[in-house]
């Protein structure tokens, strides 16, 4: 064998956090018909401007204002994925990208706080009174209870529409080693089926008053869980390619099967990042960047007009990375669920992902098949690489781009 790949020396996926493409079959299962992010978004602005996604085809998978729909694409493939698993939640969605079939959902505390037994036992373990125990935007919960949290020593706990437990303290007050011992023990207790949550984040932030406050990003550490089985990533790894995660790729995976890691602030971040590793040809394997701001700042925040800016935003990132590429590149540009910015509450909605693949070497490019798992991504990647999942691995592969 000659080379180690098949076609594409390099795959970047780029995942567009939440930027779901219309319900899945399912959806009623989950109170989420109707949702439809990308449509929504669109329509919150009398439609979207989003060149380079339309000529790769987005426009053909569903009726999004503004946008045409191009039948013609040469370079570029697009289908729908919907998602096996039983979850609509960000680790579900990309672990089941890379070959898991997660069937019980992590735990959400969104609408009732966390447990009064696991707060108490938290409280007692760490020595610390707590505060807050709701679901809240980490700045405004600052602001609520950021002076009484210095005050009294204490530790803001709070949830989000994720499965995630946030610790904040004032690391000018309390130690960073104190506030990163008080979330180990958070991430010991929840690992207890009752109360198991995907993630336990230490929130550290500074400032002595309300309106001052600022989380401090830099020392931000998330707790996570491993993944429950074997990934496309741990096959990509012990046969020798880079998996480079950029964004907060390494934190769902708790750095298994990664071989280098990026953090990033932002979407603009992310996307330099990737342009960057684009430009050094120096390495064979797979970038997986995830993009939060869509979810972190309109998604949850139910903000359609800033959704919609931000996918225009991205778009003309899009444009600056495939002017870059080489015939041995893969650009997949994807989404982990929903986030539908004009929807009820707050919470990620139940949706299918768009699946763009781009090359310069594509010459057959069209719409194909909806496929019923995210996991013809990882697949498809191993298949480049000429490696195959393992059987205990959800199954599948595009064979239609090779």
């Known amino acids: 064998m000659d080379k180690k790949y098949r076609r594409f020396k390099r795959i970047f996926l780029i995942v567009a956090d939440s930027a779901g493409i219309g319900e899945e079959p399912d959806a009623a299962d989950f109170n989420d018909c109707g949702s439809n992010t990308w449509a929504h978004a669109a329509s919150s602005v009398g439609g979207l401007c989003v060149p380079n996604m339309e000529r790769m085809g987005i426009g053909t998978l569903d009726d999004i204002p503004g946008v045409a729909k191009i039948e013609v694409h040469p370079q570029a493939y697009c289908l729908a994925c919907q998602e096996t698993s039983r979850g609509k939640d960000t680790m579900t969605g990309h672990w089941e990208m890379m070959g898991i079939n997660t069937v019980k959902p992590f735990q959400t505390f969104t609408d009732t706080g966390f447990p009064k037994e696991l707060m108490d036992e938290l409280s007692k373990r760490t020595g610390h009174k ?3 125990n709701y679901a809240s935007s980490g700045t405004v919960i600052l602001d609520e209870l950021g002076e009484e949290q210095i005050k009294e020593n204490a530790l803001i706990v ?3 529409s994720d499965s995630v437990l946030q610790i904040a303290a004032n690391e000018d007050h309390m130690p960073l080693e104190e506030i990163y011992r008080c979330c180990e023990i958070a ?12 993630r336990v984040i230490a929130r550290p932030y500074v ?3 309300k309106g001052n406050f600022k989380r401090v990003g830099a020392h931000r550490h998330d707790y996570t869980v491993s993944p429950t089985g074997i990934t496309a990533l741990d096959i990509l790894k012990q046969n020798g390619f880079e998996v480079s995660a950029v964004g907060k790729i390494n934190d769902i995976f708790n750095g298994v099967g990664i071989t280098k890691t990026i953090h990033t602030a932002s979407n603009e ?25 869509f979810d972190s700042e309109y998604g949850h925040r139910r903000n359609p007009v800033g959704y919609a800016r931000c996918l225009e935003a991205f778009d003309k990132r899009v444009g600056e990375f495939i002017s870059e590429m080489g015939d041995e590149d893969l650009l997949m540009i994807t989404a982990d669920h929903g986030n539908d910015p004009t929807f009820h509450g707050t919470d990620h909605t139940r949706e299918k992902v768009p699946l763009l693949l781009y090359s310069p070497s594509f010459k057959n490019g069209r719409k194909l098949e909806e496929r019923k798992t995210f996991a013809v991504m990882g697949g498809t990647i191993l298949s480049n690489f000429y490696l195959k999942e393992d059987p205990s691995m959800l199954q599948g592969e595009l064979k239609e781009i090779f």
């Open 207 to 209: 400032g002595e008053s």
């Open 158 to 160: 709070y949830t989000s």
């Open 269 to 293: 971040e992310g996307m330099d990042e990737a342009i960057r590793q684009l430009k050094n040809d120096d390495y064979t394997g797979l970038c997986f960047v995830n993009l939060v701001e």
């Open 187 to 198: 991430r010991e207790l929840c690992m207890r089926p009752e109360w198991m949550v995907g």
């Open 130 to 132: 707590l505060l807050g």
